[in-house]
């Protein structure tokens, strides 16, 4: 197998939950980033196994399994996707692999705001 051109998408998802409790309503937004390697030129997508190193080393990964029959590349979200994931303000790095091959890799981070919130900050 030979990747000849590689994309990445790196996106910012948030994902929300909301519960109605008498006539108030909880909204909850958990930021989540979305990871997918594809190969433009081949005919079906890799299965892609993404790592990701959080700031106290320990690593968590996840599969991107090829949608559509393999038409299109997978998507792993983080946190969600990944086991003992975790979101704390730090430098986190990741890295995709396809058939055991590293083919791609890239950092992000958490920061706090003034608010108390974290904020997501691309590498």
Not at 11 to 26: D, H, I, K, R, Y
Request: glycine letters at 12%; aromatic letters at 8%.
């Amino acid at each position: 197998m030979t990747l000849r051109r590689t994309t990445i998408t790196l996106g910012f998802a948030m994902a929300a939950c909301t519960s109605a409790v008498a006539q108030s309503v909880l909204y909850v937004a958990r930021p989540a980033i979305a990871l997918s390697v594809s190969d433009r030129t081949a005919p079906r997508q890799w299965p892609v196994e993404f790592t990701v190193t959080m700031p106290d080393g320990k690593t968590t990964t996840a599969i991107a399994a090829p949608q559509m029959g393999g038409e299109r590349a997978g998507t792993v979200h983080y946190p969600s996707d990944f086991g003992n994931a975790g979101m704390h303000v730090g430098d986190y790095g990741w890295s995709a692999r396809v058939g055991g091959k590293e083919v791609m890799r890239g950092k992000f981070s958490y920061r706090p705001s003034k608010e108390g919130q974290l904020l997501f900050v691309p590498g």
